[in-house]
């Protein structure tokens, strides 16, 4: 075969081989669900200041495209949005609805994606006021977004959440009122909710978001994914606990999407430190 016909025909592979990657790109949302924890002083070698570089590494490296954190606070929000200019930001404070108290924050990707609507509601009897709801400790908040995806042109709802820690019925009646907000302002769209639920996956509060109601029927990207690494763990601690005692309470569920294809729970060490307290837990999610 003559040189110029096989070059031509290598070109041809190479180029389809590119197109076809990109085309498969296109279709997924690389989603993240990741707990950064608050930045306090009492942390010592593990405090914000010696991982937030490592932070922003780390949502470089894995070509994020949607994430929803978890204690937040101003000053790390700040942090983030300067030195991840890729993204924009959706989401306030929850102790007066504007900068104080912990965000529950959604970053996104601004070339990508293009916001219809998005809000705040506290996890609570009150939801549209700044308020604490049922037996919960703290004021509980869901951060939540409607895009249109500008590459496929495919509209889907992101919600963010942080459930409490101490107040079992507050977890509970949480999980009921995330599905009614769910339904009220995103319809029949795909739905991707991230959070630290603050719940193992057998509690009752969870059981409680996966029962299927009306128009909601959220599954875990965990069991749906084609393929899946990382620990069957998504807190550390920032110390030595033995594994078996280590919980999974950060997720991710999505309802009416097309495929999971990779689910992962990261890990890893830096410069000897985790990220956090809690690990990373990643989705490729195709709607």
Known sequence: MPKNLVWTWLSVLITFSISTS??????????????IRYDNPEDGPQNWHYRKNNVVRMI????????????????????????????????????????????????????????IKSGTFWLSETPNEVSKGWDADLERI??????????????FIFMNTHFDHRGDVARIESAKL??????????DLS????????????????????????????????????????????TCGFDNRPFVERKVIDYIFVRKVAKVHRYAVFAEMLNNLYLSDHCPVFAQIEL
């Open 22 to 35: 990109f085309a498969q790109k296109k279709k997924v949302i690389n989603a993240m669900s990741f707990n």
């Open 191 to 234: 739905l991707i909710l991230t959070g630290d639920f603050n719940l193992t996956p057998v509690s009752e509060g969870i059981q409680t978001l996966l029962e299927p109601v009306d128009k909601i029927n959220l599954q875990n990207t965990s069991t749906l994914a084609d393929l899946s690494y990382g620990p069957e763990w998504t």
């Open 60 to 115: 470089n490296f894995y070509d994020l495209d949607v994430i929803g954190m978890q204690e937040v606070l101003v000053g790390q929000l700040n942090f983030l949005k300067e030195n991840l200019s890729q993204y924009e930001t959706i989401g306030v404070g929850r102790e007066d609805g504007a900068t104080k108290g912990e965000y529950a924050p959604i970053f996104y990707r601004k070339n990508r994606f293009k916001v």
């Open 178 to 187: 995330l599905k009614q907000k769910a339904i009220e302002m995103g319809g």
């Open 142 to 155: 869901a951060t939540w977004a409607i895009f249109t995806d500008k590459k496929t042109q495919r509209k």
